[in-house]
């Protein structure tokens, strides 16, 4: 009898870190997308086109 307790606390402990792991590797993947898209964001936005180029701005000339 008490080595099917410990092994349902294994199998249950296994299961549990699996299923925090999975989670995880979700978080890191949709962080790790909206890093992707904030950082393509925020190099447009430091690269402007040629025609919002400010007047009087010596990269201009």
Not at 33 to 47: G, V
């Amino acid at each position: 009898m008490e080595f099917l307790f410990i092994c349902f606390l294994l199998l249950s402990a296994f299961v549990l870190c699996g299923l925090c792991l999975l989670v995880i590797e979700y978080q890191n993947g949709r962080t790790r997308r909206l890093n992707q898209i904030w950082s393509d964001r925020m190099r447009s936005l430091a690269n402007p086109s040629p025609s919002v180029v400010q007047k009087g701005d010596p990269k201009a000339a």
